[in-house]
């Protein structure tokens, strides 16, 4: 055992970004990883039949493709390969698969005999693993997330109109909380925090995601200082944080 001071110096980011379908959530995760990366290496961990080659105009990147099954195995050994390589920003694109894909725990789950509640207690180990592997990562990790969609029928100025919006990850309950930062990206591509350690966008309105919202995390990330000028936010809510 060893006691430290602690510091954010150079620290990892874990993120996720959600959305329904169409809402930007590659695009956004590359816009993030390049303004993340250091060295400009960035891997994309792709599930989704090389959906993320067709941005392959927004930055440099490699690209690892995952075939089935999509167990959780298979994801630690993609985020290993990508760390070995030297890459400092590691898109997992998405995340949903290691859940409910082929292969995924849900299936791994469906397929187990015996007592359905007690083979939960044997494949969520498995899950946890790459939950740990993902936050103990040399690298920083981005994670999309598909939601789970509903329509809402907005009635405004006179006119009925039918939008497509996401709810929660699809994923185990609550996975978003297992981040540093989590984006919800709507179906405009505007990313607001439903999870947010930095107070970076806490209280901020909804946004289009840029390289330089990367470059904004990766400073903050490498910062040295331990002052504690963001949990002043949350004791005192009359204080207004101004974003640059």
Not at 195 to 215: H, N
Request: net charge neutral.
């Amino acid at each position: 055992m060893k006691l430290e001071q602690a510091t954010r110096s150079n620290s990892f980011m874990k993120l996720a970004i959600f959305g329904c379908s169409g809402s930007g959530k590659t695009y956004s995760a590359l816009q993030l990883a390049k303004g993340l990366t250091k060295n400009n290496q960035i891997a994309v961990i792709d599930t989704e039949a090389g959906s993320a080659a067709l941005y392959s105009n927004l930055t440099s990147f490699k690209v690892l493709r995952l075939e089935q099954p999509f167990t959780p195995e298979t994801f630690i050994e993609a985020i290993t390969l990508c760390e070995n390589a030297g890459c400092d920003v590691i898109i997992i694109d998405s995340l949903s698969h290691a859940w409910e894909g082929a292969g995924g725990v849900l299936e791994i789950h469906g397929h187990m005999p015996g007592n359905s509640f007690a083979n939960w207690s044997k494949v969520m180990p498995r899950h946890n693993g790459l939950v740990q592997k993902i936050l103990t990562s040399s690298s920083h990790i981005i994670a999309t997330l598909r939601a789970k969609q509903d329509y809402l029928i907005d009635q405004s100025n006179g006119r009925m109109t039918i939008q497509k919006v996401g709810l929660k990850p699809v994923q185990k309950e609550g996975i978003d909380y297992e981040f540093t930062l989590a984006f919800d990206v709507d179906i405009h591509h505007k990313a607001s925090a439903s999870k947010d350690r930095t107070g970076l966008f806490i209280d901020k309105d909804p946004f289009v995601i840029t390289p330089q919202t990367g470059t904004k995390i990766k400073e903050w990330c490498n910062q040295t200082s331990t002052n504690n000028n963001n949990h002043e936010l949350y004791r005192n809510p009359t204080i207004t944080r101004t974003f640059q």
